[in-house]
Every structure is written in structure tokens, then in C-alpha cells.
């Protein structure tokens, strides 16, 4: 079983850049693809972004392309979201993942909320 802990969110102003934190623990050996979804307040949990466990390979909705960064540090298992550039539409919970490929999500952290607003 791998244990997603989530940190960082908050209230920013447009423009502005946020870094989301969760950090993995148990079995990572398990871990072959991490991600971060959103969801809006009446909306649908949407896909932000994802990358390999092991390798460099990046993803990203259109939505996000260019602004966020989605990174993973090897030495503490943590995995990251750099947002950039933040917009109101991206005022949302936010969710990172793991799973044993880019189809199936089956440990979520707690989720975090981030907020842009002026």
C-alpha cells in the first residue's frame, strides 16, 4: 500500500506561483506513474498533470501546458506541482496519485485547496 501526504495550497492573486507537496510512503516499489488532478467547486475531477515514477516523461492537460511543472525528488519520494502563472479558472482541490501505470489511480492523497483570486 503506498500512503499519499499532501501539503502547501492557499489563497494567491493572479500572476502568482504556488508549489503543492505530497510525499509518498510504503510500498513506492509499487509506483509506475504519479499525478495531480483537480476539481472545481460543480465540476468533474480533472487530469492536470503526470509523469514516470522512474524516467522524465511528462504530461499535461492543455490547460495547464506551459504553466505548471509537475517534478519528483528521488530522495525523498515527494512530488511536486510548481504553478505558475496562476489564473482563477484554476481555483480548485487538487489531488496527487499513483499507480502501477497512467490508467488506473489507486492511492490518492487527501487533497489540498488552492484558491486565485484578486
Known amino acids: 500500500q503506498v500512503h499519499l501526504m499532501q501539503s502547501g495550497g492557499g489563497v494567491v492573486r493572479p500572476g502568482d506561483s504556488l508549489r503543492l507537496s505530497c510525499l509518498a510512503s510504503?510500498?513506492?516499489?509499487?509506483?509506475?506513474?504519479v499525478a495531480w488532478f483537480r476539481q472545481a467547486p460543480g465540476k468533474e475531477r480533472e487530469f492536470v498533470a503526470s509523469?514516470?515514477?522512474?524516467?522524465?516523461?511528462?504530461y499535461y492537460s492543455d490547460s495547464v501546458q506551459g504553466r505548471f511543472t509537475i517534478l519528483r525528488n528521488a530522495d525523498t519520494n515527494g512530488i511536486w506541482l510548481q504553478m505558475d502563472s496562476l489564473k482563477p479558472e484554476d481555483t480548485a482541490v487538487y489531488y496527487c496519485?499513483?499507480?502501477?501505470?497512467?490508467?488506473?489511480?489507486?492511492?490518492w492523497g487527501q487533497g489540498t485547496q488552492v484558491t486565485v483570486s484578486s
Open positions: 510504503g510500498d513506492t516499489n509499487r509506483i509506475y506513474a
Open positions: 496519485a499513483t499507480g502501477a501505470n497512467f490508467v488506473n489511480w489507486d492511492n
Open positions: 509523469k514516470r515514477w522512474l524516467g522524465e516523461s511528462t
